[in-house]
């Protein structure tokens, strides 16, 4: 029974036992991120994510996806703010912006991208989520989403 005891705790998830002020803390700075779809035909990514100490955040993501067998990448930026609840982080978008997209590598026409950036900025303004910290460290965080595993490092 002890030895049981001493593997769930040698298992439990770095979230176990800190307080709000330690998630916080470890949770603020910048992150290197890689994003992995949990659901079929998700659209896998890269990116950047910083939650600051004030509350706000900013990120750029850039993902792939095949779609009538063309690969489309696109980077997209983002602001907004952050706020945890225990190992719930709701992040709300205030502002999103298209930087690029391509089309099978090639830049698209400057009309398309135009459509595209305000598509974008109509689709991602205002997005609200809710991601459960499954795990952080100084060094390393895991996110959980409903459709989204993203693990971050710095």
């Known amino acids: 029974m002890v030895a049981l005891a001493v593997a769930q705790v040698g298992y439990a998830p770095a979230t176990l036992g800190q307080t709000q002020s330690d998630l916080t803390g470890q949770l603020t700075g910048d992150w290197t991120c890689a994003m992995t779809p949990k659901v079929e035909g998700g659209a896998a990514g890269s990116g950047a994510l910083g939650f600051k100490p004030d509350g706000t955040l900013e990120g750029r993501i850039q993902f792939s996806f095949e779609q009538d067998g063309d690969v489309i990448a696109l ?30 590598d090639a ?48």
């Open 107 to 154: 830049s698209l026409p400057d009309d398309l991208l135009n459509d595209l950036r305000d598509a974008t900025t109509e689709e991602l303004g205002g997005l609200a989520g809710v991601a459960e910290v499954a795990y952080v460290s100084p060094h390393a965080l895991v996110l959980d989403e409903n459709e989204m595993a993203i693990s971050c490092w710095r």
């Open 75 to 104: 980077t997209v930026g983002f602001a907004g703010s952050w706020t945890l609840n225990g190992t719930q982080l709701q992040e709300d978008v205030a502002d999103s912006f298209l930087e690029s997209a391509t089309v099978n």
